[in-house]
């Protein structure tokens, strides 16, 4: 049973930890030194692309192959984009130490879009992975 949910499983614990990252604090005397302009934009980036990836393979296993492609993508996409922001408005509102940012936003949609993007491509080069099952 846990074979064939593989992706489901995947999707939901990465989401759990996005969820948990996105609204936990952390104390500042733990977090490194490292000064990269714009390192959070770039996790966010990865945050959501990963969630775009995971969704899709997700969806896929789910209805095993029998959604159309490009429908599954944009669901996937669509899902990770209302997804970032309403984290962003959680953080807004009910979280003392973490603010919503628009340009978080825009970085998970940005992340969501690319990788919906990049499965599309795995997924329609013709030696790519098979889309049915």
């Keep these: 049973m846990l074979k064939t949910r593989k992706y489901a499983i995947a999707f939901f614990v990465w989401m759990a930890f996005v969820t948990w990252a996105s609204l936990s604090t952390f104390p500042e005397d733990d977090?490194?030194?490292?000064?990269?302009?714009?390192?959070?934009?770039?996790?966010?980036?990865?945050?959501?692309?990963?969630?775009?990836?995971?969704?899709?393979?997700?969806?896929?296993?789910?209805?095993?192959?029998?959604?159309?492609?490009?429908?599954?993508?944009?669901?996937?996409a669509v899902g990770a984009i209302f997804f970032g922001i309403l984290i962003e408005v959680?953080?807004?509102?009910?979280?003392?130490?973490?603010q919503g940012d628009p340009l978080d936003a825009l970085a998970n949609s940005f992340g969501a879009i690319i990788g919906a993007l990049a499965m599309?491509?795995?997924?329609?080069?013709?030696?790519?992975?098979?889309?049915?099952n």
């Design 31 to 76: 977090t490194p030194d490292i000064d990269i302009p714009h390192f959070d934009k770039a996790v966010h980036f990865c945050f959501y692309f990963g969630a775009a990836v995971l969704g899709t393979l997700f969806i896929r296993e789910t209805t095993h192959g029998k959604s159309p492609r490009i429908k599954t993508l944009i669901v996937a």
């Design 90 to 98: 959680l953080q807004y509102s009910f979280t003392l130490n973490r």
């Design 120 to 132: 599309n491509w795995l997924f329609s080069r013709p030696k790519g992975l098979k889309w049915k």
